[in-house]
């Protein structure tokens, strides 16, 4: 971006972003990137990059993996942490590998058991103690009221009664041995601001975020992709109908768990214009949120979800 | 609802992206906070400004037409209320707990919303909210008139340094659009706003609720009024400027040494503008130098301002690390380590004068002490009251010493230079907010008169290395005795001892003092500050004190050389201390006839990591004292 006086909303919330975590490098003694390869965790990586040039990003970047994510996905996790020339750490929960957990046979135990626990897992494996995530407040009601130092105790729970204030820039961010922080540097940040950024910055993202002619099928009302028809078949038993669609999605995760939308919207531009037009949330199309009515979110927050 | 196209520019997405998309790449963002009490209609407001900036989508406004019917405070109505009460606790309740921030934006400019509650027990989320406020939102019921509350908004809003007042006359649809009711709410804010230094406000008539004059401006119900939107004045005040026209400041955040060749330092300016080729002043050093190069992943850059996170390279090698604040050379912030400071007290225990806390401002960290207040404030008359301490949401004025000078400016003139947060050592917990008023004129002629013969001189001629063996334990533990047959062990080793005993202290030096904890802080202050002058004449020093306190215990091992500070625990069980009661006190105590007695009914906090621990339950004075000595000798 160009310098020009005054400041555009894009370069103020890059250069927060920035702070933010050049404060978490020398606060923290070991801290993590969460990358779940999705938009979000795109610009994170690329603000991280921006952060610390002409150093590579000065700390590592944790994959919790489901084993459930869109092959595509996997294909650019990998090639884009060497690029950044940063360190990837992929865990994958044992237990739920050896239990077989997935989304269709096990419901909510699924996210619990590969993302919740496995998280847990991976941070207390290697001792980190501070995770940036990409979570940003627009997203969900008790995420508006989050710190961008979020702090957890040692079994990674969360108690919005006692969050630290968070006073101009300054962050406080001590803490006692076995506690942790999640820090979220674009938690000012809204969905069209990730778009603008992504265009403005010409950041790659998962292709699926544009509309293509994908294999989908329906189930319990959404549309989803069959990203991998053979698995599909063994878990659900019988293969659904499967027709091809042009669709995309706003946000990735699980492919059995994230609905699709269609759509012809096949650029940046369009997908923009999709953005700005539609009248939906983005998390619309995630199970995870209408778990248990409205608290669904602080509660898994709580128990330790990111 | 009303329609309001102006703020749906939805023709020209739909037509022509790339020239929408333009157009947004220029907007600029503006920060506010909205305060007002539960009754103002402020989530309303709120709720209101985010339906008619498309910023609620179609999901959650069915999401909250459920709510407002199941826990809504407004009948069938939509409750924009619980859009905003994120919490659990806050939707059950009806109230807002915490600072929420919200999100909108329009064609010109982004908005950050901080959505504070109004009541006096929530001064401190609102103060939080207003510290990175542009502008502040001031919400008054048309019905009401300016309230103690709305006066007390006013005064925290313009104490943090927001410069920008809207005054929110709202529910004028239930005034019946009276023009009346809102000059007359205007001269009665205008004539408190002069008293408290606020230059000027704007106000709106308002009905959050129907919608008049929240988008467009005037309403069919206010004809009378000539003034802007409420959107509309957001959208066009000016708020950038003010830092960048003020001399060039960097607190350093990082240093960046991705190799030998490269030695980058970073952070984001707090104010003015830099250049490379500039001159340069890094603090709190004083060297001059100038940029070499402003570097970014983007490339270098011709210039960098005010709000920008950037890597500057200079063209010297000098001293200069996280703390360093790089300065335009010839305007460059004073330093001193002596404050007089406004507090706002956040945690739910009060101020401890004399109990060091961690202070971080800017980019620095270091030990500070408060002193009993001069006044507080009453936030809701502006009236001075006398203080012994801060309790929480309490507002007062106090001289603040920090161990060591750091770099700063008044508040009025760098909020990033003068506003700082205090941590407790123990807990952690942000405790305060402090904001600079100015250095005291001591801190700065005051000067360490530095001597010839060093401490270094001291101990060598004692052949010896200074040491402080500070024991702790409750009452009756057997600190003096094993003291005592401590320095009976060095002396016949020909060391050099004194030993402080909290009993004879307090006959002389510290006989002002009682036993309140603020003056049990100050008594270890005193102690601490005698033992480093005597390590500084070269000398073992050993004290014998309960000292229950962690907090007070680090304070002095922060006073005192690396290495120097030795904790003992003398760790013998309150049973055994109480049963030998050799001067009578728990006795005294367990009767009520002696108030404040640790481990009674005040708290001993034994050391989480203390150097040596002995029990004399357990072990002999002479065991004790032979451990101790076998400990410290590769030491002393």
């Known amino acids: 971006m160009t310098t020009a006086l005054p400041l555009t909303h894009l370069q103020r919330l890059e250069a927060e972003a920035i702070h933010i975590m050049r404060e978490v490098v020398v606060e923290a003694s070991r801290p993590v990137m969460l990358y779940s390869v999705g938009k979000d965790s795109a610009v994170m990586l690329h603000l991280a990059r921006k952060a610390f040039h002409p150093a590579p990003p000065p700390f590592p970047l944790l994959h919790v993996d489901t084993t459930w994510k869109f092959r595509a996905m996997y294909e650019l996790r990998d090639r884009i942490a060497a690029e950044a020339g940063m360190e990837l750490i992929v865990h994958r929960n044992p237990e739920a590998l050896a239990r077989g957990i997935n989304p269709f046979d096990h419901g909510p135990l699924h996210t619990d058991m590969w993302k919740t626990q496995g998280l847990k897992q991976a941070l207390d494996a290697h001792g980190f103690d501070a995770a940036f995530g990409g979570a940003r407040r627009d997203e969900e009601k008790s995420r508006a009221k989050e710190r961008v130092f979020s702090f957890r105790n040692a079994g990674h729970g969360w108690d919005p009664k006692t969050q630290r204030p968070e006073l101009w820039n300054l962050y406080n961010a001590r803490k006692r041995p076995g506690e942790s922080i999640r820090v979220f540097p674009i938690s000012n940040w809204t969905e069209l601001d990730v778009w603008q950024y992504i265009a403005a910055e010409g950041i790659e993202i998962v292709p699926l975020y544009f509309a293509a002619p994908r294999p989908t099928f329906e189930w319990q009302g959404g549309l989803f992709m069959a990203d991998d028809p053979e698995r599909l078949a063994r878990v659900m038993g019988t293969l659904p109908p499967i027709t091809t669609r042009s669709i995309r999605f706003r946000t990735l995760g699980c492919f059995p768990l994230t609905g699709a939308v269609e759509s012809e919207a096949a650029t940046l531009d369009d997908v923009i214009r999709e953005t700005l037009l539609t009248t939906t949330s983005e998390r619309h199309g995630r199970a995870i949120d209408r778990d248990d009515g409205g608290a669904g979110m602080e509660r898994k927050k709580q128990e330790g979800y990111f | ?636």
Request: charged share 25%; glycine share 8%; net charge negative.
């Open chain 2, 1 to 636: 609802m009303a329609d309001h196209d102006a703020y749906r520019p939805d023709a020209l997405i739909a037509e022509d992206i790339e020239a929408y998309l333009a157009a947004h790449s220029a907007k600029t963002m503006l920060r506010f906070i909205t305060c007002g009490g539960v009754d103002d209609g402020k989530s309303t407001l709120i709720g209101r400004l985010l339906y008619d900036t498309r910023a609620i989508f179609a999901d959650q406004l069915d999401a909250l037409e459920t709510d407002s019917r199941r826990i809504g405070t407004q009948g069938q109505a939509i409750d924009f209320a619980l859009l905003v009460d994120g919490l659990a606790a806050e939707r059950e309740q009806g109230i807002t707990i915490d600072v929420a921030y919200r999100f909108f934006s329009t064609g010109r400019r982004k908005f950050i919303v901080a959505d504070c509650p109004g009541h006096e027990q929530y001064t401190r989320n609102m103060v939080t909210g207003a510290s990175t406020a542009d502008c502040a939102v001031i919400l008054i019921d048309a019905r009401k008139g300016v309230l103690v509350q709305t006066r007390r908004h006013a005064y925290l809003c313009h104490l943090l340094g927001i410069r920008h007042f809207v005054l929110a006359v709202n529910k004028m649809d239930l005034a019946g659009y009276d023009r009346g009711v809102f000059d007359a709410i205007v001269a009665d804010f205008m004539s408190f706003a002069a008293l408290i230094g606020i230059e000027h406000f704007t106000a709106v008539p308002l009905s959050g609720f129907a919608g008049d004059n929240v988008t467009e401006a005037p309403s069919a119900n206010t004809a009378w009024y000539h003034g802007p939107s409420l959107l509309s004045h957001l959208e066009t005040l000016g708020v950038d400027g003010a830092d960048g026209a003020a001399p060039f400041r960097l607190p350093v955040q990082w240093v960046n040494r991705p190799d030998l060749d490269f030695r980058g330092f970073a952070g984001l300016i707090a104010s003015g503008a830099v250049r490379p080729g500039d001159a340069v002043r890094v603090l709190p050093g004083g060297r001059t130098t100038t940029v070499r190069e402003i570097m970014t992943f983007d490339g270098a850059l011709p210039q960098a301002v005010a709000g920008q996170s950037v890597t500057l390279t200079l063209a010297d090698e000098i001293d200069c690390s996280r703390g360093s604040v790089i300065a335009a050379a010839d305007a460059s912030p004073q330093t001193a380590d002596q404050f007089e400071a406004t507090l706002v007290w956040m945690a739910e225990e009060a101020m401890m004068p004399g109990r060091g806390y961690w202070l971080k401002l800017a980019t620095q960290t270091v030990t500070a002490t408060v002193q009993q207040p001069k006044h507080r404030v009453d936030v809701n008359t502006l009236e001075q009251l006398a203080a012994r301490t801060l309790d929480r949401n309490e507002i007062g004025v106090a001289e603040v010493y920090t161990d060591k000078p750091i770099v700063f400016e008044p508040y009025a003139d760098n909020r990033t230079l003068g506003g700082f947060i205090l941590i407790d050592k123990e807990t952690n917990a942000t405790v305060a907010a402090g904001l600079i008023r100015f250095a005291l004129r001591r801190s700065q002629n005051v000067h360490w008169q530095p001597t010839d013969i060093t401490r270094a001189d001291h101990a060598a001629l004692k052949n010896q290395r200074p040491l402080v063996l500070w024991f702790t334990g409750l009452s009756g533990a057997g600190k003096s005795t094993v003291a005592n047959a401590v320095e009976k062990r060095l002396a016949r080793m020909n060391r050099h001892t004194f030993l402080l005993d909290g009993d004879n202290v307090r006959h002389g030096l510290n006989k002002d003092l009682g036993f309140t904890e603020a003056d049990r802080i100050e008594n270890m202050r005193r102690v601490g500050e005698v033992a480093r002058l005597m390590t500084d004449a070269g000398l073992i020093v050993l004290t014998a004190f309960i000292s229950p306190f962690r907090a007070e215990r680090d304070m002095v091992r922060a006073m005192m050389a690396p290495g120097e500070f030795v904790e003992i625990h003398v760790d013998t069980p309150l049973e055994v201390a109480e049963a030998r009661d050799v001067k009578g006190l728990y006795r005294k105590a367990r009767s009520g006839e002696l108030r404040n007695f640790t481990g009674i009914d005040s708290p001993y906090e034994p050391p989480e990591n203390p150097d040596i621990v002995v029990n004399t339950a357990r072990m002999s004075v002479d065991e004790a004292a032979d451990h101790i000595i076998r400990h410290i000798l590769p030491l002393a």
